[in-house]
């Protein structure tokens, strides 16, 4: 099965990347959502870089339980520390260290950084004090449930940070994030009543919470990734008027929003595989957003899997869908008479676009032929605007 895939990638891949902009090989992408395989794609980035949150400057690649407990031996509930060198801030310069006393915390979904695989987010925290103060390294981040209970704690991205200051009076940083789903980590779901970060040397501040409701890993594994604080506003020191934030686009789309339409491309096709597009069109009168790939796989009449998918191409950015309007997703399926296996028709295809995998799916008839032993691999580019 493995062979037939990458065959398939070879020659199907032909027809689509001259269509896709881009036609680079898989990204962070579509997850066959729902506790199902994934399909053609990577973690997210920053696993590749795994650092404790509470101590940025100790490489984490094999991190145990341990680890964490003698990282968090000193906060009471908290991580140890949210800085590296926490004993050596004389040897830092700017104002003096942020407290978590002096700031708040939003919590805003990323959905440039959002993958079938992965929802991306943005902690933005605010200086509401009337005096300067700086920051250097990686808040400690932990989820919590609404009992307070923590839910699972963070690794930290990347490996450098800078010296942060935060102008009194509304100076912004942020720190991006990643939380992958439960449904990729393969464990039951949670979802948090909060986020709390903590800012303060020692850990002991208290935290600074903003309501998120974020699915994480009910049984404590890692899923979450944050990046080092990053200035919004100005250089290190530059006081700065904040800026008014964009408007936020609508809600991202959900199954039950969508209808699903296969259209078949012959001038997509190519010799081994066949061209379609898939058309998915809000029929509510909410609008929404939309982006990356959707979760695909093949189904016969009965809902027994007999197929699966690939995904190539570049994201590109959310779009939004009022009434009536569609996105669609190019592909290509490869004939079952090409690789010698034997052939049955399948029924429909089931796609998730809501972002947990938690929805039905968006179902649309699609009578085309696949390989009886499940090994069809339909390959499949982003959702763009129709």
């Not at 001259?18 to 997850?31: D, E, N, P, Q």
């Not at 309007?325 to 399926?333: E, F, K, N, R, S």
């Amino acid at each position: 099965m493995y062979t037939k895939r990458v065959v398939f990638r070879a020659i199907a891949g032909v027809a689509l990347t001259a269509t896709l902009a881009g036609g680079s090989a898989v990204m962070a992408g579509a997850t066959d959502a729902g506790g199902l395989d994934p399909i053609g794609v990577a973690l997210p980035s920053a696993v590749t870089s795994e650092v404790l949150a509470a101590e940025p400057t100790r490489t984490s690649t094999a991190a145990t339980a341990e680890d964490l407990a003698a990282t968090t031996a000193d906060a009471g509930n908290g991580p140890a520390t949210s800085q590296a060198h926490k004993d050596d801030h004389a040897g830092l310069a700017g104002p003096d260290h942020c407290e978590d006393w002096n700031l708040t915390m939003a919590y805003r979904e990323r959905p440039d950084l959002s993958t079938s695989e992965a929802l991306g987010f943005d902690l933005v925290f605010t200086n509401v004090g009337s005096q300067p103060c700086s920051f250097d390294g990686w808040p400690g981040l932990v989820a919590e449930g609404a009992d307070g209970a923590t839910l699972t704690w963070a690794l930290s991205s990347g490996s450098t940070s800078t010296l942060v200051v935060l102008p009194p009076n509304g100076g912004q940083a942020v720190a991006e994030g990643t939380s992958a789903l439960p449904s990729v980590s393969g464990c039951a779901a949670a979802t948090s009543d909060h986020l709390r970060a903590y800012i303060s040397s020692d850990g002991a501040g208290g935290g600074i919470v903003d309501d998120a409701q974020v699915s994480v890993c009910a049984d404590g594994t890692w899923s979450l990734w944050l990046g080092p604080l990053m200035a919004l506003h100005g250089a290190p020191g530059e006081v700065t008027p904040p800026e008014e934030p964009e408007p936020p686009l609508p809600a991202k789309c959900q199954d039950e929003q969508l209808t699903l339409e296969y259209v078949a491309r012959p001038d997509l096709s190519v010799a081994g595989a066949s061209g379609f597009e898939l058309v998915f069109t809000n029929t509510t009168d909410a609008e929404c957003s939309i982006w990356g790939w959707p979760g695909l796989i093949v189904e016969s009449a009965d809902g027994t899997r007999i197929g699966s998918s690939w995904t190539i191409g570049e994201m590109g950015e959310p779009f939004v869908l009022a009434n009536g309007d569609a996105a669609i997703v190019l592909g290509t399926a490869p004939d079952p008479a090409a690789w010698g296996c034997e052939a049955i028709t399948a029924d429909h295809l089931r796609a998730y676009v809501t972002s947990d995998g938690a929805g039905p799916g968006v179902v649309g008839t699609a009578q085309i032929p696949v390989c009886a032993d499940g090994s069809t691999v339909l390959e499949i580019g982003p959702l763009t605007a129709a």
